[in-house]
């Protein structure tokens, strides 16, 4: 079964739109974490968000929050305010926990986000 | 501060020779992963150091690869025999140590992008 599951290849949003860009996970550890991260053109891994299973409120990062629906195992990334900038492939990734000592990445196939002007 | 460097940015390598990436991580990180990315996909794991160590190399695809990191700083990925499906984005990524919480976020290189011809 796929660990990191993003439903949307590609996605359009107007500028200065709010867009939602989808996750979900499967895991059986109850400590893990999750992350978001954007990858322009240029091709570098750029880190945006972090949400800890145990974290009480839903993390937000300036113009980033993430919607977490810990019983749906859902991680939602919210971007507001788009900007022409926004334009990359975006991925969600999650880290199992302490049962896996390594802390490696998963990450989910990413979804294409386009803004338009 | 200097972030995650890799060189070289390409490399062109004919079928059946040896590469080696170099990575160097952010400094004062002790954990350093390789991910490798082929096109359209997500990242995954390779290997995994905890200072000097390999701690987790369950990632590596065959007795082709292998990767050091003599002093704990600098590592190689090293590629031996190449085949043209080894043609992929290599990333390498450092965190602090230990993790937990948003301290393990991985912070990623440019890559190397391998073209085995």
């Known amino acids: 079964a796929q660990k990191i599951t993003q439903t949307q290849p590609g996605m359009f949003v107007q500028e200065k739109e709010a867009v939602t860009l989808d996750c979900t996970y499967d895991t059986s550890d109850p400590s893990y974490g999750l992350f978001w991260y954007k990858q322009p053109s240029s091709g570098e891994m750029i880190f945006l968000i972090y949400?800890?299973?145990?974290?009480?409120q839903n993390a937000t990062e300036g113009r980033y929050s993430l919607n977490f629906q810990k019983a749906r195992k859902s991680a939602n990334l919210v971007i507001s305010a788009s900007q022409l900038g926004d334009s990359a492939m975006y991925f969600c990734a999650m880290r199992e926990g302490w049962a896996d000592s390594s802390y490696k990445l998963i990450f989910g196939s990413g979804t294409r986000l386009l803004v338009r002007p | 501060g200097a972030g995650v460097s890799q060189t070289p940015s390409n490399k062109v390598t004919e079928k059946g020779k040896y590469v080696e990436l170099r990575c160097d991580p952010i400094s004062g990180h002790t954990a350093l992963y390789w991910y490798r990315q082929s096109l359209g996909q997500g990242p995954e794991f390779l290997i995994y150091f905890q200072g000097t160590g390999a701690a987790d190399d369950s990632g590596l695809p065959n007795d082709r690869f292998f990767a050091v990191r003599p002093e704990g700083s600098v590592s190689t990925l090293k590629i031996q025999r190449t085949e043209r499906g080894d043609s992929a984005v290599y990333l390498c990524?450092?965190?602090?140590?230990?993790?937990?919480?948003?301290?393990?976020?991985?912070?990623f290189g440019p890559g190397t992008r391998l073209t085995v011809l």
């Open positions: 990524a450092s965190s602090p140590y230990p993790p937990g919480g948003s301290t393990d976020t991985q912070y």
């Open positions: 949400q800890g299973s145990y974290d009480q």
